[in-house]
Structure formats: C-alpha cells, structure tokens
C-alpha cells in the first residue's frame, strides 16, 4: 500500500472499532491492523463470555430460596458445568461473529499483523512500512500472570482460557479480589466449586468505602472462603498447587489469576514517539482528545491503562476517530464515571469515590436492604447503598453501593449527577411502590434529612411511613 494514508488504527478491539466507525465516515484512506483474532475482547474473553457464566451460575444459585417461596425438589437440580461452559462458548461465538463483521467488507484495508512504530507518522507490519498523518494506537490488554506461575505445570488459568475448558476443577482458587476476581470466584463457587479467593489488599471490588466494603466481604464469605491483605505464594505439589498468603494455606487442582490486565505496549515503539515516557513505559495522554503529547499520535481503551471499561474504551475510539480527521483536535467532556461489577448483590461506584470526598463538605445517606420491602419478598434482602452529596448546595456527588438492583440504580444516579441534581429534587421524582429504588429514596431521606427543610408544599419533603410493607 503505497502513499501517506490519512489514518493508520493499530487493534480492531473495542476502542478501534470505535476509532473506525468515525474514520470510515469522513475518509477511505485508511487501515486496520490487528494482531491475533479479530474480535474484541469484550466479545471474546471478557464482558460477554464472564456474564454467560454468571447468569448460569446465579440460576442455579437461585434453589437456595426454593423452599422459602414454597417451591419442593431443589436439592435434586445439580450443576452440569460441561454443558455451562458450552453455552458461554455458543453465545461467545455469536458475540464475536457480529463484531468481526464490522471489519469484513475492509479488504486489503484490514491487516492481520503486528505493528512496530517507526516514529510518529510510520510504521512496520509484516515487513511493510506504511506512513500515515495520524495513527490510533488501540492495542488493547492481557492478563497479568507472574512469570513464575508459568512454570509450575499446573492449571493456572485466566479469562482468557478459562471459558475455552471442557470442564473446570473441582478446587480452585482465584487470586486477585478486583472486580474480575470477584464476579469469576462467586460464579465458580455458585456453580458448585469449591473456591478459595486470595486478595493483597482489605479492600476488593475496587471500593473505597469502607461500610460499603465491609458488608461486601462478608455476605461474599457466606459463600466461598475469601483470604485479604496479604500476597498469594504459588508453589507445585504432589496433588495440585499450594497457594500460600500469610497463615492461610490451601491445596487446589487449578488457579484462575486475576490479577488485572496490563496494556499491550511491549515492543510497539513507543520509545520512537520522541516523548517521555512514564516507569510504565507509558506516554503523556489527554483524556479529552486522547493526543498523545502534542503528536498526531491518539491512544485509546486499554492500551491507554486508564479505565478498562468498554463505554469508556468506545467514547475513546470516538473521540480519536473524530480528532484523527480534523485538523486541530477537539477537546470531549467526558462522562460520569461509573464502574459495575456483576456480583450478587451488584457492586457499584458512580460519580466520586468515597476517597475523594472531602469530609468537611460532604453529607452521606445510607440504606441497608435486609428489611426492604421488596427485596424481601424477592429473597434478595441483603446489601447497603451510600450516597454522597455536597453540604452547602445538597447536590448528589457520588455513591458506592452492594445492593439489589446496584447495576440499574448506578445508571439512575449516573444520570443526576451528569444533570447536577440536588437531593431535593431527586426527591420530587415519582418511586413506583413496591420497587427496590424505594431503598434508594430511603437513602435520600437520609440526605435530606440533613439539609435544610423545604416548603411544606415541596413534595420533596413527603416523609417515610416508617413501615417496611409501605417503605
């Protein structure tokens, strides 16, 4: 391919997909190089594949409340985790197919191949230098497993193998309680294996607050043996692997590590950029143009090491898409941040964290869900929820939460806090009876609370009955 192209995108992921849908619309003098199989991570081993199993796992987890609801014969079901794992494929399968045709109709403009930086307008793929005006590095991640795991001749699995199995061990221990760590080692235990989770930190799930944090540790101890705050140690033996942290000890068949995912950014070049680079090897970014210093050079989705979140790696791709075939970069205000992890109850951070709020300027709601009137007759009365909103002015700032619903209440406050919506307002809102986001208006009656009263003709001001049937 000979002449300067307008856009080189280096990953056909998330992020590159994203960057290609906008080149497309605005120049054909383009390419897509790809390194490994196409399709995106997401598709192939991460939120799709992982969500098949737990929706597999929390069906069947769901007997436990069998005999509650007055429904006979659970303790016959069992668990055909061959057959688990041949859905996750098929559904895999069919996920992946349909990324993989946004790129089909490309031809000789989608390149299969790895790609080593020359500089910041060229590159070298399959023996082949190709200069463009702009290049988007999407070059995505992989799973971070120490070297000498590798060694050990025992199962150590990550997402990106685990869901290729046939069948999975009957123990197993996951290393690393992020949020992977976590959906992964309370799916695998719901679906009857015997987990262990090993996590170098008290705090999991990539929560700050600390009540948040700690109903989340133990309603997950009530289901598998969950070890924090101290280093795993893996070491070989006779009848499977040892995995060692402090004074905790156990004997597996098989380890997933999840130890979070690293940037694919070894032996790309970025070196030839010819600006400093981080400890991490990593260039300066601008999170609103997603430049690269002030080069042409755009850096999008986990490549970037910012947020490993496929919205976040899309609004990135769109953002250099744009900016790759303009003339001066525009800069994007970026969106609430908000991070879901699928665990039972749903975890949640939305806005700011509980960490970088300041104390003295900010009031905090809470509800717990053990007496909800809804979750009760659902079974699924356990959790806690709290929001943060600034003193002076009551507008809603952030919230952390395990709770019932977590994953559909974060996008109902991603929503306030993007409209700067203060608690009174948010309590003008209509909550539908029975509804599990009665709990979150509980919390909001907390706030409120502590702000100053309203009009007695505010209907912000409409208070609780006090009635776990009506509240």
């Not at 098929?90 to 020359?118: M, N, Q």
């Not at 009540?211 to 043996?225: D, G, H, K, P, W």
């Not at 997603?290 to 050079?297: A, C, I, Y």
């Not at 699924?380 to 600034?390: C, H, P, Q, T």
Request: contains cysteine; proline residues 5%; glycine residues 10%.
């Amino acid at each position: 391919m000979s002449g300067i192209l307008d856009v080189i995108i280096i990953g056909a992921g998330s992020a590159g997909l994203a960057a290609l849908r906008e080149v497309r619309k605005r120049t054909q003098s383009f390419v897509i190089i790809n390194d490994g199989p196409w399709g995106t991570i997401c598709a192939r081993v991460g939120c799709m594949p992982s969500k098949a199993l737990i929706e597999a796992a929390n069906t069947f987890y769901h007997r436990n409340t069998f005999t509650e609801f007055g429904i006979r014969g659970a303790d016959s079901l069992t668990s055909d985790i061959p057959a688990v794992l041949r859905r996750v494929r098929r559904l895999r399968d069919d996920f992946v197919a349909s990324t993989v045709k946004t790129t089909e109709d490309l031809g000789d403009r989608a390149i299969s191949g790895r790609a080593h930086l020359l500089g910041p307008d060229r590159l070298e793929v399959n023996g082949q230098i190709l200069c463009a005006r702009n290049i988007i590095i999407a070059t995505g991640s992989s799973p971070i497993v120490p070297k000498p795991w590798n060694t050990l001749g025992k199962p150590i699995f990550t997402t990106d193998t685990l869901f290729e199995q046939e069948n999975l061990p009957a123990r197993m221990a996951v290393v690393g309680m992020g949020p992977i760590g976590i959906e992964m080692a309370q799916a695998l235990s719901r679906l009857g294996i015997d987990v262990v989770g090993f996590g170098g930190s008290q705090t999991i799930a990539g929560l700050t607050d600390p009540q948040v944090n700690a109903v989340t540790i133990n309603l997950l101890r009530r289901e598998f043996s969950l070890n924090l705050g101290e280093k795993a140690e893996l070491t070989a033996v006779n009848d499977g692997l040892r995995v060692q942290a402090g004074d905790s000890e156990v004997v597996v068949d098989g380890v997933l590590a999840a130890l979070g995912r690293h940037p694919n950014i070894s032996n790309l070049g970025l070196e030839t950029l010819g600006v400093p680079l981080d400890d991490h090897g990593m260039p300066p970014i601008n999170p609103n143009t997603m430049q690269v210093d002030d080069l042409r050079v755009f850096m999008v989705g986990d490549a970037n090491d910012q947020a490993a979140i496929l919205h976040e790696a899309a609004d990135e791709g769109h953002i250099a898409g744009i900016n790759a075939t303009r003339s001066v970069p525009v800069c994007f205000t970026r969106r609430v941040p908000l991070a879901i992890v699928f665990a039972d109850p749903s975890v949640a951070i939305v806005g700011c964290r509980y960490q970088e709020l300041d104390d003295a300027k900010t009031l905090i709601g809470e509800v717990t869900f053990d007496n909800q009137g809804r979750s009760r007759l659902g079974q699924y009365n356990k959790g806690i929820l709290r929001l943060y909103a600034e003193t002076d002015s009551g507008r809603l700032l952030g919230a952390e939460m395990c709770a019932p619903a977590g994953e559909h209440m974060a996008h109902w406050l991603a929503l306030a806090i993007d409209r700067s919506l203060t608690v009174p307002e948010l309590l003008r809102t209509p909550f539908y009876h029975p509804v599990l986001e009665e709990g979150l208006r509980t919390a909001l009656r907390t706030l409120a609370a502590q702000l100053p009263a309203g009009s007695e003709s505010d209907l912000a001001s409409c208070d609780a009955f006090n009635s776990e049937a009506l509240d």
